[in-house]
């Protein structure tokens, strides 16, 4: 039973370019959510998708953006990219419906932005 | 979503049981209480959660005070590997609610 996938594992970028990271949900999961970890610091929650649309939205800038297909896996997109976009970028999935399902998280992608 | 409260670092000696505590005085009668622990370079990894009464599963127990304004995430036997960052968090029961990070408790086992 695979867990949450995501690629790459590691990217560098530059000020100014545009990254999309991936994620495959676990099997049987219909919602995905990202997060962004910066060193020492917990995840902050960027957004939620289910069936295909954004459900709901962190305190990010509209340079973040997201899709879901319709195999439920997932893509964040950064423009812009600023220093402060460097860090560990982290993809969660669960079951919709179930309230108190927990959610799964993947190994996240380290972003690093020179 | 409720604020929590947790100490910045806890150390355990290996075999024996660590105790870590969390306030969350705000809990609303809506939100469960959530533990996930991240080992370095991982992702956070579920451990348990709950509402009101006690909960145990094959990782850990989950001690809730009556009044649910604090809780206690006991593991029985902790190991070398235990060496992580542990979050509580009070997540609202609603289908698909975020998890609300907060700084977590670095807990070192030591031999």
């Known amino acids: 039973d695979a867990g949450v996938t995501q690629s790459p594992t590691h990217l560098i970028k530059t000020r100014g370019q545009q990254v999309t990271l991936r994620c495959s949900p676990k099997?049987?999961?219909?919602?995905v959510s990202w997060y962004q970890q910066a060193l020492g610091q917990g995840p902050q929650f960027i957004f939620q998708y289910y069936e295909e649309e954004e459900r709901q939205r962190g305190n990010f800038p509209d340079r973040f953006s997201g899709h879901q297909f319709p195999n439920y896996s997932s893509e964040l997109n950064v423009n812009a990219l600023l220093l402060g976009d460097s860090a560990l970028y982290l993809c969660a999935s669960s079951l919709a419906g179930l309230s108190n399902q927990p959610q799964h998280f993947g190994d996240g992608t380290r972003l690093s932005i020179l | 979503d409720a604020k929590t409260t947790q100490p910045p670092s806890m150390d355990c000696a290996e075999g024996r049981a660590a105790n870590l505590p969390c306030n969350h005085s705000t809990i609303s009668g809506n939100e469960y209480v959530y533990w996930y622990r991240q080992i370095h370079s991982q992702g956070p990894q579920y451990i348990i959660h709950g509402l009101k009464n006690n909960e145990t599963n094959e990782m850990a127990s989950l001690i809730i005070t009556e009044d649910r304004k604090s809780s206690t995430l006991i593991l029985p036997h902790a190991t070398l590997r235990d060496t992580a960052v542990y979050y509580c968090i009070v997540r609202e029961t609603t289908s698909g609610s975020r998890l609300t990070f907060g700084e977590g408790t670095q807990l070192t086992v030591n031999p």
């Open positions: 099997s049987g999961h219909d919602t």
